[in-house]
């Protein structure tokens, strides 16, 4: 996404899109933590 469509999308959605932007962030973000782990573990056998 460019920043242009960001906020194109912000100003359609009254604001509501970044509070579900922001929350797909700390999704992706808990998810790449778990990936990342799980390849610790399966790295240390």
């Known amino acids: 996404m460019t920043p242009f469509l960001l906020k194109r999308i ?3 959605t009254e604001g509501r899109s970044l509070t579900a932007n ?3 962030v700390r ?3 808990r998810l790449a ?3 990342a782990i799980e390849v610790a573990r399966q790295r240390r056998v």
């Open 10 to 12: 912000f100003e359609l």
């Open 22 to 24: 922001i929350a797909l």
């Open 27 to 29: 999704n992706n973000a």
């Open 33 to 35: 933590a778990a990936i």
